[in-house]
């Protein structure tokens, strides 16, 4: 099985998906013991056109973990050469020769696949543009359900939010649409609803799904709430944005072996109150992230 680049989360296929999983159970043994010296050598260049925390500190983490090095750039729209007009392709051939995997994060949809048809060394891609992809971030949320739940078939899960622009929805879908049985509640406000492409594909692999604009109605069903931001400037109406949020009395509703997930940063759409709860695994899935990008490298290394 092949891993040149990780651009979308339709190139997972289970296979791949199988052994990213053992993978990134192995690479929880490696960092409880203090991490490996495997990969050292290996230079991985983080790229980011956008703020991150967790994709960027826990790929560059995932490096020394693996005893690597990394080549970064604090906010690469300023501190590279695009400020001088420089085109993103120049930019990927340069860094191909300096580094043995790209890590971007890119404005544009599409940049990643962009970058990754000059590349000579593997792109990841870290969140391109406001309706692309976020792949690795929706590896590590597969991976969390799959440790907590141990099976995908059969899922019942609602996801909520700005789904319009929602990168991680969106290739979350993608990638639940490989299992059987699945059952999606995508819930929005109307105008931020998950777009065409994501429903055609899910239309096209049989996956049940349907649209509505209240969460509490099917809080009580599902075995995973997915919850993301919705930026209060996208909405109409403002004053019902409330209607999308996670707290006590929601969570009231919920089966007592249910899951909150969040890809995180979140702002005011899951109540603090919510965190000590025991179904509460948005910071947990957030450190998974370090396990699966540890997993994702080895497994385009390993295939060079
Ligand atoms: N989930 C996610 O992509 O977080 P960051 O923007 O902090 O990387």
Redesign the pocket.
Known sequence: MKLDHVIESQQFTLPLLVELFDRTRQMERVVARGGTRDYAGRIMASLFY?????????FEAAVYRLGGRVLSTEHARVFSSEIEGEQLEDTIRIISTYADAIVL?HTEEGGARRAARVATVPVLN??DGGGGQ?PT?ALLDLYTIYRERHALDGLTIAIVGDLDGGR?ARSLAYLLSKFERVKIHFVSPPEVQMRQDILDHLDEHDVWYDLRSDVESIAGEVDVIYQTRIRPDRVADRAALGRYTIDARLLHRMKPDAMVLH???RTVEIDKDVDEDPRALYFKQ?AN?LFVRMALLTMVWDRE
């Open positions: 956008e703020p991150s925390t967790r994709t960027r500190f826990s994060r870290a969140g976020h971030q991680t890809p995180l940063p957030a992230g």
